[in-house]
């Protein structure tokens, strides 16, 4: 039976890097018989106009149908001034939560091509390949109560939630331990233990669950020390697994490591293995309608499409493989441009990536 994607392009510069990736899947496609089918529809910005809420319940119903969801980015200043309850960013938490994605992988690759790319010495990032796998859907992002009270002294003070429960970091170190095992069976767990009864249940759970993965080195790390060991010593890691507010801030730091945020693909995951997959940068208001973004992070997220939810590794080491040849043939987007490269557009990065796909 044919899988069925959801294409979301979104908003700013999402529809010119999908319509790039969609170009490359459909490649993929036709040379490996993958029997994919896509359909179209809106989320973020692109829904409040078409539709008037970000994320439309039909929207919502297609992705649930989807085997797999393609996105480029949403928000953008258009939108800016909105009913905070209908801005573009609440239908990307929405469609999160509501497919219960709650695995966030995000990859850091440094390609040898790019190393000059980075601000960080070149033996330090040389070969870098770590993975971050966040938890998405828990933690303080989504606890209750929060609220900004006034205090009987008439000062304002605000307050966020915590909780992790078992089940959500059981699932989540299992997806750390499952993708340690795919690599180099080294798992660091990020958490601030000393501090925070959250991060000391986080840390017995993960405890436990290690019981199952004899062959996987794990260790632990307090989430200020990561932050400091990722900039000075990178290559120590395999695979981070942390909460939702630490990956966030630590898949930022490390995808800087690579020197463009526009060449790093994500994918969110359910338990089933069904995903969201979309670049880790935003919509670029700045450079959108230009033809200049880099779409390689959204056809790097169609690769991960193709070996996390539909098994096809073969279909999917092409992608990166072609990808690599790009990069060798000396074509560069402006945000990756280096003196002696080739500047090129979105439009030709993506055609050429096709053309390295079919002559494989
Ligand atoms: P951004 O990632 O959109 O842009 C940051 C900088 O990186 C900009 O200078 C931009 O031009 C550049 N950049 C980003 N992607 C690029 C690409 N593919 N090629 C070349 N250059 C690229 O972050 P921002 O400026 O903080 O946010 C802009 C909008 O995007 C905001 O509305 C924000 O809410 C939204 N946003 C959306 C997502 C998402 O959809 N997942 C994530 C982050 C931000």
Not at 74 to 84: L, M, Q, R, S, T
Not at 319 to 348: F, H, N, P, Y
Request: one cysteine or more; glycine letters at 8%; hydrophobic letters at 45%.
């Amino acid at each position: 039976m044919s899988k069925q994607i959801l294409v979301l392009p979104g908003d700013g510069i999402g529809p010119e890097i999908v319509a790039e990736a969609v170009k490359v899947l459909e490649a993929a496609n036709e040379k490996y018989r993958l029997d994919l089918q896509l359909s179209f529809d809106e989320l973020g910005g692109a829904a409040v106009d078409k539709y008037g809420v970000p994320l439309a319940d039909e929207t919502l119903e297609r992705a649930r149908a989807a085997d797999a969801v393609l996105l480029g980015a949403v928000g953008g200043p258009k939108w800016d001034g909105i009913d905070p309850a209908i801005r573009p960013e609440r239908g990307l938490l929405k469609i999160r939560s509501q497919l219960g994605l709650f695995a966030n992988l995000r990859p850091a690759i440094l390609y040898p091509q790019l190393a000059e790319a980075s601000t960080l010495k070149p033996e330090v990032v040389a070969g870098l390949d770590i993975l971050i796998v966040r938890e998405l859907t828990g933690g303080i992002y989504f606890g209750q109560p929060r609220e900004t009270r006034v205090l009987e002294n008439g000062e304002r003070q605000a307050y966020d939630t915590l909780p992790y429960s078992e089940s959500e970091i059981r699932r989540i170190a299992k997806v750390g331990f499952d993708m340690a095992r795919l690599r180099n069976k080294k798992l660091c767990s990020v958490d601030k233990a000393n501090v925070l009864a959250s991060s000391q249940l986080w840390r017995a759970v993960v405890e436990e669950v290690a019981k199952d993965y004899p062959d996987v080195e794990l260790s632990h790390m307090y989430v200020d020390n990561a932050a400091m060991q990722l900039v000075r010593a990178p290559k120590q890691f395999d695979v981070i697994v942390t909460d939702n507010m630490f990956g966030d801030i630590l898949s930022d730091e490390a995808s800087m490591l690579t020197g463009s945020i526009g060449m790093l693909p994500s994918a969110s995951l359910d338990a089933n293995n069904k995903g969201m997959y979309e670049p880790c940068h935003g919509s670029a208001p700045d450079i959108a309608g230009q033809g200049i973004a880099n779409p390689l992070a959204t056809i790097l997220s169609v690769s991960m499409m193709l070996r996390y939810s539909f098994a096809q590794a073969v279909a999917a080491d092409a992608i990166e493989k072609a990808v690599s040849q790009v990069l060798d043939q000396g074509l560069r987007t402006g945000d990756i441009w280096s003196q002696g490269t080739t500047k090129v557009g979105t439009r030709e990065m993506g055609d050429a990536v096709v053309a390295a796909l079919r002559n494989l």
